[in-house]
């Protein structure tokens, strides 16, 4: 949940770290530090607040003098965000400077032995036992420190270090969570993310749990755990860094929603060859596709959600039963899991630690696992017998857009693939799928022309205090989606309803002061979502109608109103999301909120 940064070469090393740093502060943001090695002597600032305040203090990095060291954006586990619980740690003679990414599970342990040992803690962080392990295992051998320190830790982790009497030299250790090295010329660099590397170096490493890396200018060494010498695949990344950039936009989620066609597009259209679907790199035989008996679709968060509106599509098109759990339920369970049920994963950063935590537990269980992810080389696109991915582009802005819209799109080409391998399409509704699929990129366009005004009606209800968001089928899979942007980002407290269920106990809380949300973008079930306006209509609410363009009924029932295209009612919830996530960001904008980086939330949930 943390962002670290590693950098050695020739260059003054404080601003290509806070530069790389400002690239990763979307995974955490509370407090931020840099630490550089110059002469025998380690040099460290680190505050709460955010990386423009560190620049702030350090004059972007310039009064940091050297050319090697670590920088690290924090999202707080262990130790509220203050100034002392910052990263860098130190070891207790300032030997050693560390930063961490996940949770040190034995540190408590730990820091009991360290402080019989006489040792003052600093701060309250489960990363300090790292520092001071390293000093005490360090006898001038410094890759020996870090293993020895390394085998004493339990829990998910990275960690980056730096000596002060090593100069040049770096050591980065992968325990989960993401850790991919840059290679420069003269130069080498580590991140928990390409975003923070790809200005400077497009050649990366992605290393795998149970490895350390050794960097100095020149060169860079991977070991395994047992400290053998490995090879690893040097990989290109294909984006720029303009890519990274907010491009003209006030924020990143606003530039992320405009880039929806495209993502789409790109997730589609490297799909589909000469009018058909092609997963040729998938190891699943028809045969294989045949014998599950269920499928599994297991995530977190919009991930979560972009899987329920997968359950309606694939049971719709393919007539296999389809369950769909959080992650973080699924890997504390006993499910009835066996070889003979497919495991859809879904993950944006391919990171996220209950995620992938069900995966292995279903894999265990003989589960064959398809991953839908976006970041290449992520763990969950690693773990996976099969891997979709979309082709998002990088997504910064914490509440995720572009990411959930392309995960929707990779699990509609899977459902009309499947659909058609199992038999259950002819070939006009298949030809007539694909051309659906084909046509979403622009539906996502039309959703967005159609719904500028959304600005002006965030205007008239961002004062709200909590409303609902209702929908039927897959305009309930929407409404859950719609409604978590909604509340991540402005702070409005929000529900999502299946239409039907409301009267069951939940309608007692609406009255005059509520707004609802009603989803009317399945028409056959329009009628019925008509009756749910009215119950709440009844009942004093306002409403804000979704419906799909040309419905004029809609006038006659809700107060205001945004528009989703026509276009296969399947795919629906692909385009209908556009509008919820405009006024979902006009509303936060209009209550002045951190749209890119709402209070409390990370971008990768690497801790569990
Ligand atoms: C909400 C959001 C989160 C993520 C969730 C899973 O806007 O972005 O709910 O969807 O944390 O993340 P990934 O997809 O990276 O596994």
């Not at 940064?5 to 290509?16: C, L």
């Not at 803690?121 to 005490?136: G, P, Q, Y």
């Not at 009835?336 to 994963?345: A, R």
Request: some cysteine.
């Amino acid at each position: 949940m943390c962002g670290i940064v590693g950098y050695t070469g020739s260059a003054q090393a404080a601003p290509v770290l806070l530069d790389g740093l400002r690239r990763l502060e979307y995974r955490g943001y509370d407090s931020a530090g840099v630490v550089v090695q110059t002469g025998d002597e380690l040099k460290m600032v680190k505050a709460s607040g955010s990386v423009a305040h560190l620049a702030e203090l350090t004059g972007g990095g310039r009064s940091l003098e050297g050319v090697c060291g670590l920088a690290h954006t924090r999202w707080a586990t262990h130790g509220a965000p203050t100034d002392t619980n910052a990263h860098p740690h130190l070891s207790e003679h300032g030997l050693f400077a560390v930063v961490h990414n996940g949770i040190i599970e034995n540190f408590a342990a730990l820091r009991s032995e360290q402080e019989a040992e006489g040792i003052v803690f600093r701060s309250e962080t489960d990363t300090e036992v790292v520092a001071h392990l390293l000093e005490k295992y360090y006898d001038g051998d410094l890759k020996r420190a870090v293993m020895r320190t390394a085998s004493r830790l339990e829990g998910s982790y990275v960690l980056g270090v730096v000596c002060s009497k090593e100069p040049g030299k770096l050591f980065c250790v992968k325990e989960a969570g993401p850790l991919i090295l840059g290679l420069g010329v003269g130069e080498n660099y580590f991140a928990s993310d390409v975003t923070a590397l790809v200005a400077r170096t497009k050649n990366v490493i992605y290393m795998d749990d149970g490895e350390l890396a050794e960097l100095t200018a020149e060169r860079v060494t991977v070991y395994d755990r047992t400290g053998r010498e490995i090879t690893k695949t040097v990989s290109h990344v294909v984006w720029d860094i303009e890519a990274a950039e907010k491009g003209g936009y006030e924020h990143f989620m606003l530039k992320e929603i405009m880039e929806q066609p495209r993502a789409v597009k790109s997730t589609i259209d490297l799909r589909i060859r000469g009018g058909r679907i092609a997963f040729e790199d998938f190891s699943l035989t028809p045969e294989e596709l045949k014998g599950f008996d269920k499928i599994v679709i297991t995530a977190c968060g919009s991930a979560y959600h972009a899987g329920v509106v997968g359950k309606y599509v694939i049971e719709a098109l393919c007539r296999v039963s389809v369950e769909v759990e959080l992650a973080s339920e699924l890997r504390y369970r006993d499910p009835i899991i066996d070889g003979h049920t497919l495991l859809i994963v879904v993950s944006q950063s391919g990171e996220t630690a209950d995620t992938i935590a069900a995966m292995r537990e279903c894999m265990a269980r003989g589960a064959k696992c398809l991953a839908i992810v976006n970041v290449v080389g992520s763990t969950i696109a690693r773990l996976a017998d099969n891997v979709i991915y979309t082709h998002a582009g990088p997504e910064i802005a914490v509440a995720t857009t572009k990411g959930y819209t392309t995960q929707l799109a990779a699990l509609y080409l899977f459902a009309v693939w499947c659909a058609e391998r199992l038999g259950r399409l002819d070939e006009a509704r298949y030809a007539e799928l694909v051309d659906s699929l084909r046509a979403l990129p622009s539906l996502v366009q039309r959703a967005i022309d159609l719904n500028l005004h959304a600005r002006y009606l965030a205007e008239r209800w961002h004062g709200q205090k909590s409303l609902f968001f209702i929908g039927r089928n897959i305009d309930y899979a929407a409404a859950m989606e719609g409604s978590l942007k909604l509340k991540e980002i402005s702070y409005i407290h929000s529900e999502a309803y299946a239409a039907g269920e409301l009267k069951h106990g939940t309608i007692a809380l609406i009255d005059e002061k509520r707004l609802v949300v009603a989803l009317c973008c399945q028409e056959r079930l329009f009628d019925k979502m008509v009756s749910n306006i009215q119950e709440v209509k009844a009942r004093g609410a306002k409403v804000l109608g979704l419906a799909i363009e040309g419905n004029r009924r809609i006038f006659a029932e809700a107060d205001d109103v945004l528009y989703a295209p026509r276009g296969e009612q399947l795919f629906a919830a692909l385009p209908e999301i556009v509008p919820l996530q405009l006024f979902a960001y006009y509303v936060a904008r209009e209550n002045g909120c951190d749209i890119d980086k709402p209070r409390n939330l990370a971008k990768s949930v690497t801790v569990e």
